[in-house]
């Protein structure tokens, strides 16, 4: 089976061009299931129930998270109520909602689903992803042995190493939270198909999704600035892998689209 990732969506403009791209990419490349990281789709900021729904409704099957996921503070309230969106795994239990599932795609097949956060310059109070992973691997592996995982991360080692380390237990290993897309697709030697960030369905002529103006202020005077989003001329960054019934990946894609 083949399933289409996106990376990051950024505010009003990356919900638009799902909508608009989804549907025919699906169709294009013979995808059953489709999983989007979220954190930004409210304004750039989180998520609320009503991002969710729309992204639902343009054909997303699961959403992933991360270090933005309380942004919006009503969502905590919401989440519980949304079993198709995915907190990052290795936060505290206390949190609502949960990071791992296994939900079946239109044609039957169980896919496991994991959201995890990385550590190194992201979220140093996250539980070791490591171990949460070896936990919630070994579970999901009793039901399904496709398997995704979101890594969302900023550092390209702690991504690679998370490859690495669940090379030959999970289908895929997709990076997240950069917002730029890495070269590096490749199936490991165990079956696992990598790419160390998968970029974001958010404006070209931006700073990550950003205005580039306030960002630059920041970055020359020191400053704060009130970071906007642009939500105009949005690039579209995903991946595809394509999974055998074994669970290992046959291959690996990315995808990419401008809005006109
Ligand atoms: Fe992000
Ligand atoms: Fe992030």
């Known amino acids: 089976m083949k399933i289409l990732f996106l990376g990051d969506i950024v505010g009003n403009g990356g919900r638009a061009a799902v909508k608009a791209f989804l549907p025919g990419l699906m169709d294009e490349y013979g995808c059953e299931f489709c999983i989007v990281n979220g954190e930004n789709s409210a304004g750039g900021s989180g998520l609320t129930g009503r991002c969710v729904q729309e992204l639902m409704e343009a054909g997303v099957h699961v959403i992933t998270t991360g270090d933005h996921v309380w942004d919006q503070r009503e969502f905590a309230g919401e989440l519980p109520r949304l079993p198709q969106v995915l907190r ?122 950003r205005d580039i103006e306030p960002v630059l202020q920041r970055f020359t005077t020191g400053m704060p600035a009130r970071f906007t989003v642009n939500n105009r001329q949005i690039r579209l960054h995903g991946t595809v892998v394509t999974v055998g019934d074994d669970g290992r990946a046959r291959g690996i894609q990315r995808v990419l689209r401008d809005m006109p």
């Open 88 to 209: 990052p795994a290795n936060a505290p239990a206390v949190q609502p909602g949960r990071g791992h599932d296994v939900f079946e795609a239109p044609g039957g097949v169980k896919i496991g689903v994991v959201c995890l956060l990385g550590r190194t310059f992201v979220n140093a109070t996250a539980d070791c992803p490591f171990a949460a992973a070896d936990r919630i691997v070994a579970e999901i592996r009793r039901q399904t042995p496709v398997i995704v995982v979101d890594m969302h991360a900023e550092a390209t080692s702690e991504k690679t190493a998370m490859g690495r380390y669940l090379d030959g237990r999970v289908s895929a290993v997709l990076g997240t939270h950069t917002h730029v897309p890495t070269a590096d697709q490749q199936i490991f030697p165990g079956g696992t198909a990598f790419q160390c960030d998968v970029g974001m369905v958010g404006s070209r002529e931006s700073i990550l999704g």
